[in-house]
């Protein structure tokens, strides 16, 4: 781990994509799939820049016309469908949630829309220990905007210094630095050539989050 910070978290906020699931193959693969009805490719480069984007901000960046973002939006929804038994947790992520400390408050803050969030994530037994979770569609602003994550904190009533946020891209660090949170990375999701600065944790693995709690 990175940092010599030692204390004692009330709250941990997770990430999903690339931080719970190994989800950008089929983020991908679902992407060039619908861009493919607009006539537009999708490049490795560009799955990159926009995968832990929220959905505007990503058919934003794609030209997407936001006049069609509903529409391309069902699409994304309608074709993913089909693709959620390709992914697949981290290996540890399940044995993560058994082990760590039964008050300790859990929730996740992410960019996916609230359908997305929980017809991808329901049948996974450790959902049943977070107290929060925060989509896109339940806060006006979205990551790296700190509302999110200071929303979130505010249902389990435990201050910033008091949490810990988890995510792997370098829009969950600028929304815990702006939220005032420490951020942990989750090396095993984050992008390689991605420059992370505001670090006060670095995991390689999920089973290394544990340390905090010996």
Known sequence: ME???????????FDIDGTLTNSQ??????????LATY???FSDAQAQKTFPM??????????IAASEFDHFQAQYEDVMASHYDEIDLYPGITTLFERLPA?????????QRRN???SGMRNYPFMMRMTVTISADDTERRKPDPQPLLTALGMVNVAPENALFIGDSLSDEQTAHAANVDFGLASWGMDPNAEHVHVAHRFEQPLDILELFK
Request: no cysteine; net charge negative.
């Open 103 to 111: 008050d300790l408050r859990l929730g996740i803050v992410t960019s």
């Open 25 to 34: 193959p089929a983020y991908t693969t679902v992407m060039r799939e619908v």
């Open 116 to 118: 997305e969030l929980e």
């Open 39 to 41: 006539g537009k490719p």
């Open 54 to 63: 929220a959905a505007e901000q990503a058919m934003a960046e794609l030209g």
């Open 3 to 13: 940092g010599t910070i030692i204390m004692t978290y009330q709250a941990l906020m």
